[in-house]
């Protein structure tokens, strides 16, 4: 029923940008909550950055000044902007969100299959 579709991840040296695009697709659906997360090897899942369907933010510490998240509600899809880029950024990015039915109480939650960001020294 919805999918979540990430683009953008490839390998950057340290300093340069990324942006990555989530593309939420879904009959009928209407989406809330979106964000993006990351997994580097050996550590757990970490949230990256939030996004409301009213726009409100919140960032991890580690990327505060460095990444900004964005939404376009008209394309249901989820931006965000690397910048800054550093080794410790390296990981796989997973975008998130929370989808309901039109006009239906019952959000769930989905995830993407993940893009790889590789950021050289």
């Known amino acids: 029923q919805v999918q979540l579709v990430e683009s953008g991840g490839g390998l950057v040296q340290a300093g340069g940008s990324l942006r990555l695009s989530c593309a939420a697709s879904?009959?009928?659906?209407?989406?809330?909550?979106m964000g993006w997360y990351r997994q580097a090897p050996g550590k757990q899942r970490e949230l990256v950055a939030r996004?409301?369907?009213?726009?409100?933010?919140n960032y991890a510490d580690s990327v505060k000044g460095r990444f900004t998240i964005s939404r376009d509600n008209a394309k249901n899809t989820v931006y965000l902007q690397m910048n800054s880029l550093k080794p410790e950024d390296t990981a796989v990015y997973y975008c998130?969100?929370?989808?309901?039915?039109?006009?239906?109480?019952?959000?769930?939650?989905?995830w993407g299959q993940g893009t790889q960001v590789t950021v050289s020294s």
């Open positions: 996004i409301t369907s009213s726009g409100s933010t």
């Open positions: 998130n969100a929370d989808a309901h039915p039109v006009f239906l109480r019952g959000s769930r939650n989905y």
């Open positions: 879904g009959s009928a659906f209407s989406f809330d909550d």
